[in-house]
């Protein structure tokens, strides 16, 4: 089926007719869309559409705007199994997986309708008694550039508060899964948005660089890799504020005490459920010498027992990687990590019989012996593929456990309390676990990252902090 752009309140083409398909991950036979490939002239008309649109839902009262981020939550449930059929397909996680996704769905949207009631501003005691005060309102037009691996979660984050401010926004879904990016925008719309508070663009990398480029978009949200959003800030300047959240190398420190059932399964947990796919999913171990070698014998027997096939199969517990470049990025850690002298001790090999062979399949790869200098130790995989660092010490733990760039999440699993609550506070990622794999969030919680992983200013889910994000503030002088 071919689809259409969200532009100046219709349903389009782009303007030069060009188009780009998206096929299923598990099956490439399948196509699940063609959709518009948008270039500078479609991003700058939807740019145009917002600013000049935005205003007559800036101006709906809170208890509107709110009405309408619950109703797009709810038209998100009532279309929930086929949502999640089409986010397999799509996307390629197991349908358990991505009924987990559409359910926390809505509730984004709930949590930010409420912030719509939230907006407060502030009054200071002044000289002459006149009436200082700061007044808050929309930026006006937000542009929100999203990631395939949680494309209704993560898209729902950003135009939940944007709308609860009553911004315009324009949306430039990931170019991997613009089906989901869509239907955020039909929920939306059928739940009463007016049709000049919102424009979808769809396309990749050069379609996001065109929106950021342009001056009349005062906001970036992004949430992508550290490269995209490193180049995003540079492009949007000094005075237009970007929130950029992104990649992470996850650790989960394993201390000799641990219970190593419980160890092995939040280390599989964390490493290879959404295939490896998520940007708090675990790619590090980092085991004292007492559990190393029983732990590790473990992670990988668990390994070699995950199920990997079409997320649609039942039994199934391991989905394709999303498209052929992240299989073959994974095909190449997992070379690297040898060339580097680590030892790949399970898995790491494309799946390439039976019908598995029209899809992105790989087995989950376990790597032991891997120095914190190696790239396998240090770079972000995205994938399922899993490094595990041997130290003798708790201190040498946090000092590898730390011993990266990024800083999104990290986890300990121990049965002293004393010892994990060191951990919290040495640790150097803005999420930090105990006796939890790294993934896994709750949706009502502040959530970054620190270091190369987050802007860190504004953090999501962080209710009138992250409002701020979305909302321009003047300060008001009145006499009489
Ligand atoms: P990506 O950075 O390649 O793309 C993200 C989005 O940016 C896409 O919509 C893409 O089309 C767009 N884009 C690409 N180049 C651009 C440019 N020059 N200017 C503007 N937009 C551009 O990331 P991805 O492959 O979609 O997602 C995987 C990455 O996302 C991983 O690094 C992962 O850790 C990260 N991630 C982070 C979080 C988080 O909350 N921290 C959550 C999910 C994913």
Not at 235 to 251: C, D, F, V, Y
Not at 308 to 318: K, P, R
Not at 414 to 435: H, I, M, P, Q, Y
Not at 444 to 453: D, Q, R, V, Y
Request: net charge negative; charged share 20%; aromatic share 6%.
């Amino acid at each position: 089926m071919t689809h259409s752009n969200f532009v100046g309140g219709q349903w389009v083409p782009a303007s030069d007719g060009a188009t780009f398909e998206r096929r299923n991950p598990a099956d490439t036979d399948v196509v699940v869309g063609v959709f518009p490939q948008s270039g500078p002239d479609d991003v700058a008309a939807a740019v145009a559409g917002v600013q000049a649109g935005y205003r007559e839902w800036a101006d709906f009262s809170p208890e509107r705007r709110a009405a309408v981020l619950e109703g797009a939550g709810d038209w998100i449930t009532a279309h929930g199994d086929d949502l999640a059929a089409e986010l397999v397909r799509e996307e390629g996680k197991t349908l358990a997986e991505a009924r987990m996704e559409v359910s926390r769905t809505p509730l984004n949207f709930r949590f930010y309708a409420a912030e719509a009631f939230r907006l407060t501003g502030q009054t200071f005691p002044s000289a002459d008694g006149s009436l200082v005060m700061t007044l808050r309102g929309p930026v006006g037009v937000v542009a929100a550039i999203t990631p395939w691996n949680f494309p209704l979660n993560i898209p729902s984050r950003k135009l939940g508060p944007a709308l609860a401010a009553g911004n315009g926004v324009v949306f430039k879904p990931s170019e991997v899964t613009p089906l989901m990016g869509q239907r955020l925008v039909e929920a939306l719309l059928a739940a009463g948005l007016p049709a000049g508070a919102i424009a979808l663009v769809q396309g990749g990398g050069a379609t996001g660089a065109a929106l950021v480029a342009d001056a009349r978009v005062g906001a970036v949200t992004f949430t992508g890799s550290y490269a995209v959003g490193k180049a995003i800030h540079a492009a949007a300047g000094p005075t237009r504020r970007t929130q950029l959240e992104m990649g992470g190398k996850n650790p989960v420190v394993v201390l000799a005490d641990a219970d190593l059932e419980r160890a092995a399964q939040i280390i599989v947990k964390g490493a290879f459920g959404l295939s490896g796919q998520a940007c708090t999913g675990t790619s590090r171990v980092v085991a004292q010498d007492e559990v190393h070698d029983a732990l590790l014998a473990r992670v990988v027997e668990l390994a070699e027992q995950r199920v990997v096939g079409s997320g649609l199969t039942s039994g199934v517990d391991m989905g394709p990687q999303a498209t052929a470049q992240q299989r073959d990025k994974v095909l190449d850690y997992v070379a690297l990590g040898q060339q580097e002298g680590a030892r790949l001790v399970g898995g790491g090999e494309p799946i390439t019989d039976g019908a598995l062979a029209r899809g992105h399949f790989v087995r989950p790869a376990v790597f032991s012996e891997v120095a914190p200098a190696m790239r396998l130790a240090q770079e972000e995989v995205f994938g399922p593929v899993l490094a595990f660092q041997r130290v003798s010490s708790f201190e040498e733990a946090v000092q590898v456990a730390n011993d990266t760039e990024y800083g999104l999440s990290a986890g300990i699993v121990t049965r002293d309390l004393a010892r994990a609550l060191d951990f919290v506070r040495e640790s150097s990622t803005g999420l930090v676990k105990v006796n939890q794999p790294t993934s896994g969030v709750a949706m009502n919680a502040p959530f970054g990252g620190l270091k190369n992983s987050s802007t860190q200013t504004y953090k999501e889910q962080a209710g009138d902090t992250m409002m701020h994000f979305y909302t321009q503030e003047k300060t008001v002088y009145v006499s009489s």
